[in-house]
């Protein structure tokens, strides 16, 4: 297993287009969580996934922003209508259990101008 | 709603020195887990060390430990002998048991000096 992979590393997007971010998670790996971290800050909380199921979503992710994992594996991360404090890098990880820890990916860093 | 506080922004050690990293954080729970992770420059953040709150005995990683006092609600982390690859950003984390999400600290940035 090669770990957890985001892709693409990087996007550089103009206001209000649409991206997609992928993460597939370690493979074994039941969660899956979503975290937006922005320059000097810790990671801040957007979603989390078992399974297929998305069991938590945070109060600060409005409705432009939009994660799927359809089949318990991969997920998605769609932010519609970007606007310029979308800025930020995205963070995956995974875990099996949650108490255990998560394992992060390198994370999307997205800029829009 | 958990908060957790990193009340140093930066610091720095000689190598093969000792430093301490502090942590608090504010909950009413009783059942949760504390973690500290690591984010060197450029690159992907990896978990150090875990503490289940319900274990009294400080856990060890290594030259990495962390003194977990739970009724102060604090969670340092001791790195001894620091190298020059424990260069990094660290985040102290906190997790409700059966909770999915984690609530991560601002972190502390440490320069190993040589």
């Known amino acids: 297993d090669t770990g957890v992979s985001q892709n693409p590393r990087h996007k550089i997007t103009k206001r209000g287009q649409n991206v997609t971010f992928r993460c597939d998670p370690i493979?074994?790996?039941?969660?899956l969580y979503w975290y937006r971290q922005t320059l000097g800050q810790g990671p801040e909380f957007l979603t989390y996934?078992?399974?297929?199921?998305?069991?938590?979503k945070s109060r600060l992710l409005s409705d432009r922003f939009s994660a799927e994992r359809p089949k318990g594996s991969f997920s998605t991360l769609e932010i519609q209508r970007t606007e310029q404090g979308d800025s930020a890098m995205y963070l995956c990880?995974?875990?099996?259990?949650?108490?255990?820890?998560?394992?992060f990916g390198s994370g999307t860093r997205l800029t829009v101008v | 709603a958990q908060t957790v506080t990193q009340s140093q922004p930066e610091m720095s050690v000689q190598e093969a020195e000792t430093v301490t990293l502090s942590c608090t954080y504010d909950?009413?729970?009783?059942?949760?887990?504390l973690f500290w992770y690591k984010q060197p420059p450029s690159r992907q953040m990896i978990l150090v060390i875990r503490?289940?709150?319900?274990?009294?005995q400080n856990a060890t990683e290594n030259r990495f430990s962390v003194n977990f006092q739970k009724a102060a609600k604090s969670f340092s982390l001791k790195i001894s002998d620091s190298q020059l690859g424990d260069t990094a950003m660290y985040f102290c984390?906190?997790?409700?048991?059966?909770?999915?999400?984690?609530?991560f600290g601002d972190g502390t940035t440490l320069t190993v000096k040589p």
């Open positions: 990880a995974s875990s099996l259990e949650g108490f255990d820890g998560y394992t």
């Open positions: 493979s074994e790996h039941n969660r």
């Open positions: 996934f078992q399974n297929e199921a998305q069991l938590e």
């Open positions: 909950t009413s729970e009783n059942n949760y887990y």
């Open positions: 503490q289940e709150a319900y274990k009294q």
């Open positions: 984390a906190f997790m409700v048991a059966n909770a999915g999400k984690s609530t």
